[in-house]
């Protein structure tokens, strides 16, 4: 109903201009496909690959970095990049080169029970374009007043300690592809902020996803700040309808670059070296994803598949109003959200190098030193990658 759906009716959208035309879409789990590439690449036989392939945004550079040969340049295929977020872009680009066809948006939201926020006296409108100490001074607040936390996250997970530092422009490895933990001054606030929002109270800790979800849903919790993915979980409550609202995340305090802009998730699409026709699967995704409006228009109210095409920020479809979010036109919201995200190097490492962070915040909130569990961290990766 997503990705699958979205590539359907793209092929209908290209053919309509190009009758011959023919897709044939095989759904393959991400980890078969992460899978495929690397037997194919260790093998240097890509004929098991298709065409096109989606592959995550936060791998892509590892992929195209540690097999080059297996993913076609698209730089001067067509494809209009100025007409995307640049920070989505970058995910794609090695050495200067764009190999892949930005898709799905993962721009991060503030999601907020207005019913509850309002109980506190606060409105959207105080908890936009702040800093994590203001998020953290009014969840206190709301804490006392309704009882319930601003938001929650799943014990031991990631994804918050990396929208945070995405949203600083920052990475947990330098330009040359080698671990940024130690003295980075982002990570340090990054922690710090975070270990205040639990030990606060404004931030609670659940034990997995069907938690996470349902403390939004059962309504144990004000808010939460995630990938704008995270609205149509939110949605199936729908006696909630009405009382949810969103706006930008809070912005690191007294950090050099920081903004109220960030992602998390997302994938792009990329041709394999063993396509045989590379200038008509360019011009398929260039005229589709890339290039049309109309498109994107089509796919969003069944699948929820918001784009990073800044064009379509501008249609009608996207400017509609929400019901669910108090009659407000979040998707162009979003978009708006998008050409602001500042971009970050993933790395070869990144999966690797957050999931060693993520130890070091279990350490730090239970009481252990900051400084000593960056560089436990840090020793992790670089024990990872063999150096």
């Known amino acids: 109903a997503f990705n699958i759906y979205a590539m359907e009716q793209a092929a209908q959208v290209y053919k309509k201009s190009n009758p011959d035309f023919n897709l044939n879409v095989v759904e393959t789990p991400w980890p078969d496909i992460q899978t495929k590439m690397t037997t ?4 240097g036989d890509m004929s098991t690959l298709p065409d096109i392939l989606l592959c995550q945004d936060n791998a892509f550079q590892k992929n195209v970095i540690s097999f080059p040969d297996m993913f076609v340049d698209l730089t001067d ?8 977020g640049a920070a989505k872009v970058a995910y794609s680009v090695i050495d200067g080169k764009n ?4 898709f799905d948006n993962g721009t991060v939201v503030s999601c907020l029970r207005t019913d509850l926020i309002e109980q506190a006296g606060y409105t959207v409108k105080d908890f936009t374009d702040i800093t994590w100490s203001q998020y953290i001074e009014m969840g206190k607040n709301v804490l006392e007043k309704t009882g319930k936390p601003m938001l929650s996250m ?13 949203s600083a422009g920052a990475s947990l490895f330098d330009e040359d592809g080698n671990p940024h933990l130690v003295n980075n001054d982002v990570l340090k606030k990054v922690l710090s ?21 349902g403390t939004m849903t059962s309504g144990a919790v004000a808010g939460t700040i995630n990938g704008c993915w995270i609205l149509a979980s939110i949605q199936t409550a729908e006696d909630q309808s009405g009382k949810w609202a969103i706006t930008n995340l809070p912005k690191l305090d007294d950090i050099s670059g920081a903004t109220n ?3 998390n998730g997302g994938s792009s699409w990329a041709v394999t ?15 589709t994803f890339a290039g049309n409006v109309e498109f994107y228009e089509t796919i969003l109210p069944k699948s929820g598949a918001l784009a990073t095409y800044i064009p379509a920020g501008q249609s009608d479809v996207y400017g509609e109003p929400q019901e669910f979010f108090g009659g407000d036109a979040i998707y162009a919201t979003i978009i708006d959200f998008a050409s602001k995200i500042p971009s970050n190097n993933t790395g070869v490492y990144y999966y690797e190098a957050r999931d060693a962070v993520a130890n070091a915040l279990t350490n730090i909130i239970a009481g252990a030193d900051l400084d000593s569990e960056i560089q436990n961290a840090e020793d992790t990766v670089k024990f990872n990658m063999g150096i």
């Not at 194919?40 to 093998?43: I, S, V």
């Not at 295929?77 to 995307?84: A, E, K, L, M, R």
């Not at 063993?274 to 260039?286: R, T």
């Open 40 to 43: 194919a690449g260790t093998a």
């Open 77 to 84: 295929s067509g494809v209009n990049y100025q007409d995307f």
């Open 99 to 102: 190999y892949g066809v930005p």
């Open 154 to 166: 799943q014990t031991g997970e990631s994804d918050l300690i990396m929208i945070m530092m995405q």
């Open 193 to 213: 902020t975070y270990a205040e929002l639990v030990n606060s109270g404004v931030l609670t800790q659940v034990n997995d996803w069907d938690q996470y979800i």
């Open 261 to 263: 802009y960030s992602n």
């Open 273 to 287: 070296a063993n396509c045989k026709n590379v200038e008509l699967a360019a011009d398929f995704l260039a005229k």
